[in-house]
């Protein structure tokens, strides 16, 4: 086949994927995981029953300002409704309704602004139960370093009109073209990391080899840059392979005891180095998360 024929092959099928692609919704985004895990912790202590637990964790949260939690059956778990309203409750329940229309719509979750102005959103996540949220959109926004619009059109994506097809296949084309770019620029480079990576005597983990003196870790052909908390973590996984490893375990290995009790600083720790693992998305996932008991490595198949 010329190139030519490949180069038109391309750009047709971009032609037909890009209205698909302009709607699909980020279900597997790093925002969402993120905000699914805190949702399964507050479900998880309201299954036991700990409302002065579950309303201290939303309380303490700065992301998630008030929630409500529906069994399958449609029963309000949380808050119950025998208790006096406490006033950290009042939005969603005032907004019940629309939190239930939004929650049909969720598979497995949905999210809408709460108001025109965007400082606030529903987000509605199913599972066994529903829980929907009402979240801080600045300082969610500040958790992943975006400014509130892009987390604000991120969540609502599949709510927006779809994008004109021409300047859809212009940024496909583009990508193509600066991916290609650097993947040619990578090929160049991973003998000369060998080269000086081979010096040290580092440790492997699946399919990584990290070398701690140098804070380097080698995956395949990419060169990786690493502090020394992402080695602390790694040197940690490799200690217990396949093993799901609470985050205070995580937290006394990589942190020690410098920590507030309710800090994200794992969470997003852990957002960064799966980026620093795999930042164009094409490897296998490895730090694994396990909702509700903390992460877990595992190395690819």
Request: proline content about 5%; some cysteine; glycine content about 2%.
């Amino acid at each position: 086949m010329s190139r030519f024929n490949i180069v038109l092959a391309i750009f047709v099928t971009m032609l037909e994927i890009a209205p698909r692609l302009a709607l699909a919704s980020p279900n597997d985004t790093e925002v969402n995981e993120y905000l699914q895990s805190e949702l399964q912790h507050i479900t998880t202590l309201s299954e036991r029953s700990d409302v002065a637990g579950t309303r201290l964790y939303i309380s303490a949260s700065p992301v998630i300002n008030s929630a409500i939690i529906w069994q399958a059956d449609g029963k309000q778990r949380y808050p119950a409704t025998a208790q006096v309203l406490h006033v950290m409750d009042q939005p969603v329940i005032a907004a019940e309704k629309r939190l239930k229309a939004l929650a049909e719509l969720a598979h497995p979750w949905r999210a809408e602004k709460a108001d025109a102005s965007g400082a606030e959103l529903f987000y509605c996540y199913r599972t066994q139960q529903i829980i929907c949220a009402l979240l801080n959109v600045e300082q969610l926004a500040a958790v992943f370093s975006v400014s509130p619009d892009e987390l604000n059109q991120q969540l609502t994506l599949a709510d927006t009109e779809v994008l004109n097809r021409t300047w859809v296949v212009a940024a496909l084309a583009i990508l193509v073209i600066s991916v290609s770019g650097v993947l040619f620029w990578r090929r160049q480079q991973p003998a000369k990391a060998t080269q000086s990576l081979s010096q040290e005597t580092g440790f492997r983990l699946g399919d990584l080899t990290i070398y701690p003196k140098q804070l380097r870790a080698l995956r395949q052909d990419l060169a990786i840059d690493l502090t020394d908390r992402d080695v602390k973590l790694l040197r940690h996984f490799a200690s217990h392979p396949c093993e799901v490893i609470t985050k205070q375990e995580l937290y006394d290995a990589a942190w020690g005891r410098e920590f507030m009790p309710n800090s994200r600083a794992l969470e997003q720790h852990i957002i960064t180095l799966r980026k620093k693992l795999d930042p164009e998305k094409k490897l296998p996932p490895v730090i694994e998360t396990v909702h509700g008991q903390g992460y877990r490595f595992s190395p690819p198949a």
